[in-house]
C-alpha cells in the first residue's frame, strides 16, 4: 500500500477533476488521503476558475485582434489617491492570448504575488512603458490630466518596442 506521502506527489500529477484515478484514491479510507484529495481538488478547480477568469478578461483582446490590430497595450496608474507625489503610469503589451496567473488590477492582488507577477509580466511583456508626472504639475493641470499626461509618455515610451 502506498504512504499517504506517495499518494501526495500522485495526486500532484492530476490536473484534471475527471481524471479516473480519483476512483482509486477515494477508496483509501485514511484521514490524510481524504484530506490530501479535497485540497487537490479544490487547487485544480481554483485553476479552473482562475482559467476562466483570465479568459472572460481576454474576451476584449481578442475581439480587436480578429479586428486585425497587431498589438493591444495594457494601461493603469498609481498615485492619483496621495496628496502629494507624483502620478506614476505604466503601459504593457503582452503577446496574444497570454495568461499570467492571478494578473489583475494592482488593488485585487495579494500583496504576497505582487512580485512574483510583475516579474513575470516584465519576462512576457513585448514593450513596457513608463510616465512619471510629478506634482508640481499635478498641481497646475489637475490630477485627471496630469493622469493622461502620463499615460501619453508611457505610450509614447513603448513606441518602436513591438514589431
Same mark, same amino acid.
Given at each position: 500500500?502506498?504512504?499517504?506521502?506517495?499518494?501526495?506527489?500522485?495526486?500532484?500529477?492530476?490536473?484534471?477533476?475527471?481524471?479516473?484515478?480519483?476512483?482509486?484514491?477515494?477508496?483509501?479510507?485514511?484521514?490524510?488521503?481524504?484530506?490530501?484529495?479535497?485540497?487537490?481538488?479544490?487547487?485544480?478547480?481554483?485553476?479552473?476558475?482562475?482559467?476562466?477568469?483570465?479568459?472572460?478578461?481576454?474576451?476584449?483582446?481578442?475581439?480587436?485582434?480578429?479586428?486585425?490590430? %497587431?498589438?493591444?497595450?495594457?494601461?493603469?496608474? /498609481? *498615485?492619483? +489617491?496621495?496628496?502629494?507625489?507624483? #502620478?506614476?503610469?505604466?503601459?504593457? $503589451?503582452?503577446?496574444?492570448?497570454?495568461?499570467?496567473?492571478?494578473?489583475?488590477?494592482?488593488?485585487?492582488?495579494?500583496?504576497?504575488?505582487?512580485?512574483?507577477?510583475?516579474? %513575470?509580466?516584465?519576462?512576457?511583456?513585448?514593450? /513596457? *512603458?513608463? +510616465?512619471?508626472?510629478?506634482?508640481? #504639475?499635478?498641481?497646475?493641470?489637475? $490630477?485627471?490630466?496630469?493622469?493622461?499626461?502620463?499615460?501619453?509618455?508611457?505610450?509614447?515610451?513603448?513606441?518602436?518596442?513591438?514589431?
Amino acid at each position: 500500500m502506498a504512504t499517504v506521502k506517495e499518494i501526495k506527489e500522485a495526486l500532484a500529477e492530476i490536473d484534471s477533476l475527471d481524471d479516473a484515478r480519483w476512483k482509486v484514491y477515494e477508496e483509501d479510507s485514511r484521514a490524510g488521503v481524504q484530506k490530501a484529495i479535497i485540497q487537490r481538488k479544490k487547487a485544480i478547480q481554483a485553476d479552473i476558475d482562475e482559467n476562466l477568469r483570465l479568459e472572460k478578461m481576454l474576451r476584449y483582446e481578442k475581439e480587436l485582434y480578429q479586428a486585425g490590430y %497587431e498589438a493591444i497595450g495594457g494601461i493603469d496608474e /498609481v *498615485g492619483r +489617491g496621495p496628496l502629494a507625489g507624483p #502620478v506614476v503610469t505604466a503601459c504593457v $503589451i503582452l503577446p496574444k492570448n497570454c495568461k499570467i496567473k492571478h494578473l489583475n488590477d494592482s488593488k485585487k492582488i495579494p500583496k504576497k504575488h505582487h512580485e512574483e507577477i510583475y516579474e %513575470e509580466v516584465l519576462a512576457r511583456a513585448l514593450g /513596457v *512603458g513608463i +510616465g512619471v508626472i510629478d506634482n508640481t #504639475v499635478i498641481d497646475d493641470i489637475n $490630477i485627471y490630466e496630469a493622469t493622461k499626461v502620463g499615460m501619453l509618455q508611457a505610450i509614447d515610451q513603448i513606441k518602436g518596442q513591438v514589431t
